[in-house]
């Protein structure tokens, strides 16, 4: 927190470095690239069986497709991360989204199984590159409470495609079938990049990345190792898994225990993921005016307590339409966390190695989102126990971890 507090008083951080500010077409761009791997994931899964017919294959090997993307977008976080750092921003931004492009159509054409896999593997690469480097710009452009402003924002507009692409999806699977869909999300891809090439510009120059490099070389690393790092590190990640716990049930959940039709469920899901992205507005508003810890230990402490009562419920005999209020009540307040979250663990990194420091933030979201997935559906579908174990666990792995972040009383008033 020193570090970042004494770029803030001297004029000397990434933001006074940049020289620029967040503007809408930038922030709308980073939103985007952010949103890709959202629509990458969810757009074509309606269509699943199709996929099996068509390509000769079994449902495994169609799954293989989505966990090859899983695979790359988080390898990917480790090879844009770093190399942002060394390189600046822009040039890996470009290519990330060049390659997106082709992977996308490669994927569209594919008439094999192995083609789609590998295609989708490169898919997912390609896609980290607009989610670790979109974060790594808003750190240099911004910090503190503006980063945290800029960061909730860029997620609320990244918010809107996990609403949209389950419906879309739904929607669409059986007009254009699936290679339909991958075309749009080629589409989506090709809209990324005439936008970065828009609206984009290099936020690290060479100088910078010099100077950097010069006085930060001895203490690089030591940062992405402090308790500050880490413990909001912990925070943000397992709050994502929070997330994507309850992303992976909530087929089981809302279909095959409350009973709701597709339709009726994707109404659900749309209903909590706005309820998110209310709260992510509330967080970008509130950014400047109560502390960034704050807003984070309120989200997660509603996320816990929510998630308390989706453990008793599940335990009990209840009815499992009563499910739904928790469940909304546990993912909501999540608005209040991804943002001031992120903006916590990155002001603790070094500015030498931001991209790094986001790099590492990703690849742990998208290992947890993994583990995860798996866990929930341990028991079975009929039963939201393993769910509300695995929630249960993260909400307190990732309290735990903010408290374990908790500045010193001589910084604690900045954060």
Do not use: H
Request: charged residues 10%.
């Amino acid at each position: 927190m020193t570090d970042t507090c004494t770029e803030q008083r001297t004029g000397t951080g990434p933001a006074a470095a940049a020289g620029k500010t967040i503007g809408g077409g930038l922030l709308f761009t980073l939103a985007l690239m952010m949103g890709l791997a959202s629509f990458g994931i969810d757009l074509y899964l309606p269509a699943f069986p199709a996929m099996t017919r068509e390509l000769s294959t079994s449902a495994t090997g169609v799954q293989l497709s989505l966990t090859a993307f899983l695979i790359g977008a988080g390898a990917g976080q480790l090879v844009f991360g770093p190399w942002s750092d060394r390189a600046g921003r822009l040039l890996p931004l470009l290519f990330g989204a060049v390659l997106f492009v082709a992977a996308s159509l490669t994927a569209v054409v594919a008439g094999t199984i192995e083609l789609l896999v590998s295609a989708r593997l490169l898919q997912g690469l390609a896609g980290a590159a607009g989610m670790v480097i979109g974060r790594a710009i808003i750190l240099d452009r911004a910090s503190g409470a503006a980063a945290a402003r800029a960061l909730s924002l860029m997620m609320l507009i990244g918010g809107v495609a996990p609403i949209i692409a389950p419906i879309v999806g739904g929607a669409l699977a059986e007009p254009i079938g699936w290679r339909g869909l991958l075309g749009i999300v080629a589409g989506l891809g090709m809209l990324a990049l005439v936008c970065a090439l828009a609206f984009v510009r290099e936020s690290l120059p060479r100088d910078i990345r010099a100077q950097r490099a010069e006085s930060a070389e001895p203490g690089r690393w030591k940062g992405l190792l402090s308790r500050a790092y880490l413990g909001n590190l912990a925070a943000y990640a397992f709050g994502m898994a929070i997330m994507m716990a309850y992303i992976s049930a909530s087929p089981f959940v809302y279909q095959d225990m409350i009973g709701l039709s597709s339709a009726a469920y994707g109404i659900a899901f749309a209903v909590n993921a706005v309820g998110m992205m209310a709260a992510t507005t509330v967080a970008a508003r509130l950014a400047g005016r109560f502390s960034l810890r704050a807003l984070t230990r309120t989200g997660l402490i509603i996320s816990l307590a929510a998630v308390a009562v989706i453990v008793a419920l599940s335990l009990s005999s209840a009815n499992a339409v009563w499910l739904m209020v928790p469940l909304f009540l546990a993912i909501a307040p999540l608005g209040l966390v991804f943002g001031n979250a992120t903006a916590l663990a990155m002001s603790a990194v070094p500015s030498a190695a931001t991209g790094s420091g986001s790099a590492i933030l990703g690849a742990v979201q998208f290992a947890l989102a993994g583990v995860v997935a798996g866990l929930v559906g341990i028991a079975g579908e009929s039963t939201a126990v393993p769910l509300g174990l695995v929630m249960l666990g993260c909400a307190l792995i990732a309290l735990g971890g903010l408290i374990l972040a908790q500045p010193r009383s001589r910084d604690a008033q900045t954060t």
